[in-house]
């Protein structure tokens, strides 16, 4: 069985992109509510609580566990070696799909990831050693848990102007949504900044997914099934 792995809605938009490309895919999914957002956490604050969710999943019985969220994704060379098998991040596959583009790279992301050196790592290991230009925009995960994505939104235009603007100035004209809550704002991002190139954690995702995993991992039945982590309280489904 495959389980996907994120603090809420944001991994989402990664298995419904596998799942729009492998309808037959079975998702047990969890939404790691009682710890979101990840993103302001520190890394010794957020390694025992993935371990913690990710052992969750196994005992449930999944085989592999998609950390679909880049800001978990930065941590997994530091996860236990039990663990780090079973897991599947998609930072690396991020960092693949960058290492192709020629452009002038920017990369919006939560406060964790734009202080994390991972991505540079998995790039240098690809050897790329381009900068990219990362500006933080938190704000966008409540807004997204909030289901707010429009940009006729004040408080979306303003984040994402906030953090777009400044790497357009900047000359970058390629926009690595650098967390997977973030491709719910393509089209308001769009209809702001027509001129830039989008790459989507969520499409990148699920096509090297459907690449990498085992057949029998996509031949079910096409269920998504949700568990929540609450604040206090057990996961329930
Ligand atoms: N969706 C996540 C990511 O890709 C985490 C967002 C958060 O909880 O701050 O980074």
Do not use: W
Request: net charge positive; with cysteine; aromatic share 4%.
């Amino acid at each position: 069985m495959l389980a996907f792995l994120d603090s809420g809605i944001g991994g989402l938009t990664v298995a419904r992109s596998l799942q729009a490309i492998c309808p037959a895919a079975d998702i047990l999914y969890l939404a790691d509510r009682a710890n979101a957002p990840y993103g302001t956490k520190s890394e010794g604050e957020l390694l025992p609580l993935l371990s913690h969710s990710i052992r969750a999943l196994l005992d449930r019985g999944a085989d592999r566990v998609v950390l679909a969220c880049i800001t978990a994704s930065c941590l997994y060379r530091r996860l236990p070696e039990d663990l780090s098998a079973r897991v599947i991040p998609i930072l690396p596959f991020v960092a693949e799909r960058i290492a192709e583009e020629k452009g002038h790279i920017g990369m919006i992301a939560t406060e964790a990831t734009v202080r994390s050196t991972a991505l540079s790592s998995e790039l240098s290991r690809l050897g790329v050693h381009r900068p990219i230009e990362k500006a933080a925009a938190q704000s966008l995960v409540a807004l997204a848990e909030a289901g707010r994505f429009r940009a006729e939104d004040n408080g979306v235009r303003r984040a994402l102007t906030d953090a777009i603007a400044p790497l357009v100035l900047r000359g970058v004209d390629t926009l690595v949504l650098g967390c997977t809550h973030f491709p719910y704002f393509e089209e308001a991002i769009r209809s702001l900044y027509g001129g830039l190139k989008i790459l989507s954690p969520a499409r990148i995702g699920a096509e090297a997914l459907v690449k990498i995993l085992p057949r029998e991992l996509l031949s079910g039945e096409g269920r998504l099934r949700y568990l929540v982590s609450v604040r206090g309280g057990r996961g329930r489904t």
